[in-house]
C-alpha cells in the first residue's frame, strides 16, 4: 500500500514509517516540523529512513497546501497522527490546537474524500474520557464531558471521522492512545523529562501528591495496534481503545525512574494542574479481541528499556 503518515517525523510516527517501511509498504509523511519542540530531534527521528521516504513539509492548518499533496501522489491510505499535542498547552493556546487539531483533520478527511481514499486510520486519545469514574475506560462509555481543549479536539475529530465514514463510506478506524512511552518519547512527556532531571540532579515537578494514576503503553505495543488497525474489515466506523490495561501511581512511576537510573530524584511538590485526569485505564477487550491487540510490554521491562535508550543517547533528544 501507498500511506501518508501525517506526523510522521515525531515520536510514534517516526516507529510507525520504520515498521510500515520493514512490512513492505510505500511511505510519504507529512508534518510541518513545528516549534513546539525542537524540530531538529524530529530531523533526527527520521533520519535512518529519510532515503525511503517522501517528505511533506506542510501545515495541517493550510488546505490548499494539503490538497496539493493529495495531488501530488495517489495513497492508498491515511495514518493521521500529526496534532498538536500535551493538555496543558492546549489551556494557554486553545485557539491553536482546535485550528490544528480539527480544522486540520477536517482537511485531510476532505483531501481523502476527494481523491478517493477510503481508508482512514485516526489517532485519538484516552484524554477524552475526562474524569470519568467508570474504570477501566470502555470505548462504550458515554463520553459527556472533556476537561481539557486538547481532548475537546480529540473528540471533535473522531466525530468528523465517523461523519465522514457515513456520509461518504469511508473505513475510519479512531485509536485511543494511552500514554505511550519508549526511545524517542517527545521530550515534554513525564517520563523523559524525570529521567532527564533525575539524571542531571536536578529537581522535578510533581503536580499534586502523587496518587494520579497511568495507563502506560510501550511504542511497540502501540504501533502493533495501528498496524491491525490499518487491516480492520470490521464496521466502516469504530474505535479502539489501545493501552495496556495496568495503571501505576506517579510516585511509583518516580520510584521506577529512580530505580532505573541508580540515583535519588529532588521532588518539587506542585499543587495539582487543571486539565489533568486524575486517572486513565484501558478496557482493551475489543480490541484483543477485534484486532488481535496484544500487548507485551509492562512497564516493569520498557521503562528500563527507555531509560537504557536515554543514557545511550546521552538524552541528545531531549531539550526540555
Known amino acids: 500500500m501507498r500511506i501518508l503518515v501525517t506526523g510522521g517525523a515525531g515520536f510514534i510516527g517516526s516507529h510507525l514509517v520504520e515498521k510500515l517501511l520493514a512490512t513492505g509498504h510505500e511511505v510519504s509523511i507529512l508534518d510541518d516540523f513545528n516549534d513546539f ?15 525511503d521516504i517522501r517528505i511533506h513539509r506542510v501545515d495541517l492548518r493550510d488546505s490548499a497546501a494539503v490538497n496539493m499533496v493529495f495531488h501530488q501522489e495517489k495513497f492508498d491510505a491515511i495514518l493521521h497522527l500529526a496534532a498538536r499535542a500535551g493538555v496543558r498547552p492546549s489551556i494557554l493556546q486553545p485557539q491553536l490546537y482546535y485550528d490544528t487539531n480539527v480544522g486540520g483533520t477536517l482537511h485531510l478527511l476532505e483531501a481523502a474524500r476527494l481523491t478517493g481514499i477510503d481508508r482512514f486510520v485516526f489517532a485519538s486519545s484516552s484524554s477524552v474520557y475526562g474524569s470519568s469514574k467508570t474504570a477501566p475506560f470502555s470505548e462504550s462509555l458515554h463520553l459527556t464531558q472533556t476537561i481539557s481543549p486538547y481532548a475537546a479536539t480529540k473528540v471533535a475529530g473522531e466525530f468528523l471521522c465517523s461523519t465522514y465514514s457515513h ?8 485509536l485511543r492512545f494511552f500514554t505511550v512511552y519508549g526511545a ?6 513525564a517520563i523523559h523529562q524525570f529521567t532527564k532531571r533525575i539524571h542531571a540532579g536536578e529537581p522535578i515537578d510533581q503536580f499534586g501528591d502523587g496518587t494520579t494514576r497511568r495507563d502506560y503503553t510501550y511504542i511497540d505495543d502501540t504501533i502493533q495496534g495501528v498496524m491491525a488497525a490499518l487491516k480492520y474489515e470490521g464496521p466502516l466506523f469504530d474505535i479502539f481503545n489501545l493501552g495496556e490495561s495496568d495503571t501505576i501511581q506517579l510516585r511509583d512511576l518516580i520510584a521506577g525512574i529512580e530505580k532505573a537510573l541508580g540515583r535519588k530524584a529532588k ?5 495539582e494542574q487543571p486539565g489533568d485526569m486524575p486517572m486513565t485505564c484501558a478496557d482493551i477487550s475489543k480490541a484483543r479481541k477485534l484486532l488481535g491487540y496484544n500487548p507485551t510490554t ?12 536515554f543514557l545511550k543517547t546521552n538524552g541528545q533528544w531531549s531539550n526540555a
Open 37 to 51: 519542540y525542537d524540530p531538529q530531534i524530529k530531523r533526527a527521528n527520521i533520519q535512518a529512513v529519510a532515503g
Open 167 to 174: 456520509l461518504y463510506q469511508m473505513r475510519v478506524v479512531a
Open 184 to 189: 524517542r518519547q517527545r521530550p515534554d512527556l
Open 267 to 271: 521532588i518539587n511538590q506542585l499543587p
Open 298 to 309: 509492562p512497564l516493569s521491562v520498557g521503562l528500563p528499556k527507555f531509560v537504557e535508550w
